[in-house]
């Protein structure tokens, strides 16, 4: 299972990186694609990796984790690690 970190907060991507990498130790089938903090670049490695779980900030400068969605074509799974419960209706629409 190749996994995406997108966030504009070294902090938030380091912590997932931690989690994910808890997960390797135990042995699961998982690969770390990357950890990236522009959308922009996030949007590339999509484009050539097969990535199954997206895990994306809302928030971030140029292109909210929103638009990204909107606007990729392939069909990851994403899960949103935000703290803004304002965009939950959002979220459900967009499958998340």
């Known amino acids: 299972m190749n996994i995406l970190l997108l966030d504009d907060e070294y902090l938030a991507l380091n912590l997932l990186e931690t989690y994910i990498q ?11 694609v990357d950890k990236v903090k522009h959308p922009l670049k996030a949007l590339e490695i999509l ?33 949103f690690t935000t703290a803004y419960s304002e965009h939950a209706i959002e979220a459900f629409d967009l499958d998340v």
Do not use: C, W
Request: hydrophobic content about 45%.
């Open 22 to 32: 808890r997960l390797v130790d135990e042995g699961r089938d998982i690969r770390l």
């Open 47 to 79: 484009e050539q990796e097969q990535i199954d779980i997206l895990f994306l900030d809302i928030q971030m400068p140029n292109l909210s984790g929103i638009t990204l969605l909107k606007n990729v074509q392939i069909d990851p799974v994403a899960v």
